[in-house]
T-cell receptor, first 115, second 114 residues
Framework: DVKVTQSSRYLVKRTGEKVFLECVQD?????MFWYRQDPGLGLRLIYF???????EKGDIPEGYSVSREKKERFSLILESASTNQTSMYLC??????????????FGPGTRLTVL | GNSVTQMEGPVTLSEEAFLTINCTYT??????LFWYVQYPGEGLQLLLK?????DKGSNKGFEATYRKETTSFHLEKGSVQVSDSAVYFC?????????????FGKGTTLSVSS
């Protein structure tokens, strides 16, 4: 059974803290993504990675960074958490170069609250 | 640029009612189209997809047809169940940019009562 797992389902942090969200997939997928989901806004792309050590900015990268040291793991980092980063964070992966019409597999999400 | 517009929710229906959730898109290339569903407390999962014009995707009683002439991919189900209560997202991917992220609509919340 294919799987994308995220390190935490719920997380509460304080303003200014450095926050790490981890995502691991067991499908040997090349492409991995981080989205944030907010009511009325749908899903918005923060960053994606198409290979180890490669990363590309998405639509809303400000305040975030990412790390992809191993193929199966894609980490989202909030350098200094702020209250406007309170959101649901979703990780996804998709196989290879011909991924345009393939299914993206999503993790269960991490609901982050920044106080 | 590419975009997806889907009807605003919430949609509230009684069990066994007919469901339509409208989705239209704007794309420069020849996108693949998807419907994803998010059940309460879970991540998104693929409901159905269509990769070219006139294709019909179907799954769990849901259907959607890729209409190039109207740039639409409306989701339909003939008889909804309480268990269909969820958030539904229409999405597209640009075939010219394989491997890139999906572009999502804002989501439509469906609530079905018995």
């Amino acid at each position: 059974d294919v799987k994308v797992t995220q390190s935490s389902r719920y997380l509460v942090k304080r303003t200014g803290e450095k926050v790490f969200l981890e995502c691991v997939q067991d499908m040997d997928h090349e492409n991995m993504f981080w989205y944030r989901q907010d009511p009325g806004l749908g899903l918005r792309l923060i960053y994606f990675s198409y290979d180890v050590k490669m990363k590309e900015k998405g639509d809303i990268p400000e305040g975030y960074s990412v790390s992809r040291e191993k193929k199966e793991r894609f980490s989202l980092i909030l350098e200094s958490a702020s209250t406007n980063q309170t959101s649901m964070y979703l990780c996804a992966s998709i196989p290879g170069l011909a991924g345009a019409h393939n299914e993206q597999f999503f993790g269960p999400g991490t609901r982050l609250t920044v106080l | 640029g590419n975009s997806v517009t889907q009807m605003e929710g919430p949609v509230t229906l009684s069990e066994e009612a007919f469901l339509t959730i409208n989705c239209t898109y704007t794309a420069t290339g020849y996108p693949s189209l998807f419907w994803y569903v998010q059940y309460p407390g879970e991540g998104l999962q693929l409901l159905l997809k269509a990769t070219k014009a006139d294709d019909k995707g179907s799954n769990k009683g849901f259907e959607a047809t890729y209409r190039k002439e109207t740039t639409s991919f409306h989701l339909e189900k003939g008889s909804v169940q309480v268990s269909d209560s969820a958030v539904y997202f229409c999405a597209l991917s640009d075939r010219e940019q394989a491997g890139t992220a999906l572009i999502f609509g804002k989501g439509t919340t469906l609530s079905v009562s018995s």
